[in-house]
């Protein structure tokens, strides 16, 4: 079983490294995805699309046509103003931040127009960037964190400020209002201070770091790592220490519900911690390694494993319903109003809309 676990996680690890060259196939690198009142947002490989959340058809697509080289898997951003922002792993490399509300007829499809552009990144673009106010903060995978104002009316971004903070940068930032806090592939958690851009403090975990930081109802701040410890960080200082030693690879982020997180390894258990008394609640095992995030929908979890299956959890840990997705499912998944929008790999389909009790609504493409 170790075997088999360590061989996955080179697999994802290898699949990541090989887009940021450009050498991705669909089936090796799970999409990113996101979605509005309306609309999903699909970005898979080559093509960006928007699509109706109503019946499942196609809204617009988006590909470079100065850059075929471009492949897309961050998890796209909605800023404030409409405007959908989404960065390539290979090619140019560039930010891209697309107009939904402009669309340019191209033949049989819609294309939405490019409102501005960032092409001064040195990485592929794997974390999705974090909105705070007016600015931007963009973490790419040439260790750099990139913040741009979004109100400056430039078609050419040009960050106001590029902090270097080294290894790989692939999860989203999370901010308390007075620092992000950024992790890497090479062992660190950053802290960067909103108001002046300096780095408030860093800290070793001694191994890779591939979510995003959590903060509890504690006021700290949790990570996990493939260390496979659930570390808790003073916020102030970057103090930390291990809260939980989870059986396997931590690779999802944990997700708050009052004063518990929700989290999954790779070896396919989830677990309930009780951040304010530093307990584990339960834990169980569904099937599968676990790389995408828990989400909470009314009263339950919502979980998807790798070996395709959505389930549906209660608080108590006790499974509601599951529905056999197919594929395999890395990729976090969204709900959407009444639906729950999952993106599987290795299915003749892109995404699948799912109802609140797991039954399928449609799908992208439509089945024949």
């Not at 940068?169 to 999370?174: E, H, S």
Request: with cysteine; proline share 5%; aromatic share 10%.
């Amino acid at each position: 079983m170790r075997k088999k676990l360590f061989l996955l996680t080179l697999v994802l690890f290898s699949a990541l490294l090989l887009s940021a060259c450009g050498g991705t196939v669909r089936g090796t690198t799970w999409p990113g995805l996101a979605a509005d009142d309306t609309t999903a947002y699909l970005a898979d490989l080559s093509l960006v699309y928007g699509i109706n959340l109503k019946d499942g058809a196609e809204a617009w697509r988006f590909s470079d046509p100065d850059d075929n080289k471009a492949q897309f898997y961050a998890t796209p951003v909605l800023t404030s103003d409409g405007l959908i922002i989404v960065g390539s792993a290979s090619g140019k490399h560039i930010l891209y931040a697309l107009n939904p509300q402009d669309l340019i007829t191209n033949g049989d499809f819609k294309n939405p127009a490019i409102e501005w552009t960032f092409t001064g990144a040195g990485g592929a673009w794997v974390a999705a960037p974090l909105v705070v106010e007016n600015k931007l903060f963009a973490p790419n995978a040439d260790g750099n964190l990139y913040v741009l104002d979004l109100s400056d009316g430039q078609s050419q971004k040009q960050p106001i400020a590029t902090i270097e903070l080294g290894g790989r940068l692939w999860a989203q930032p999370v901010t308390d209002g007075k620092r992000v806090y950024v992790t890497s592939l090479d062992h660190r958690v950053h802290a960067v201070n909103l108001a002046d851009y300096t780095i408030a403090w860093q800290a070793d975990l001694a191994a890779a770091i591939p979510g995003a930081p959590a903060l509890g109802p504690d006021g700290n701040l949790y990570v996990g790592s493939l260390a496979s410890k659930l570390e808790r960080f003073n916020p102030e200082t970057g103090a930390h220490q291990s809260v939980l030693d989870a059986e396997y690879w931590l690779w999802s982020t944990p997700v708050l519900d009052g004063s518990t997180l929700y989290f999954g390894d790779l070896k396919g258990n989830f677990y309930s911690f009780d951040a304010v008394n530093s307990k584990l609640n339960w834990s169980i095992q569904p099937d599968g390694a676990i790389t995408a995030n828990a989400i909470l929908q009314n009263d339950h979890l919502l979980l998807a494993t790798e070996s395709g299956n959505l389930y549906a959890i209660g608080k108590d840990g006790k499974t509601l319903w599951f529905e056999t997705v197919g594929g395999k499912i890395y990729t976090t998944p969204v709900v959407a109003g009444d639906l729950i929008l999952v993106a599987p790999l290795e299915t003749d389909f892109y995404l699948a809309a799912l109802d609140s009790n797991g039954r399928q609504v449609w799908t992208f493409p439509a089945k024949k």
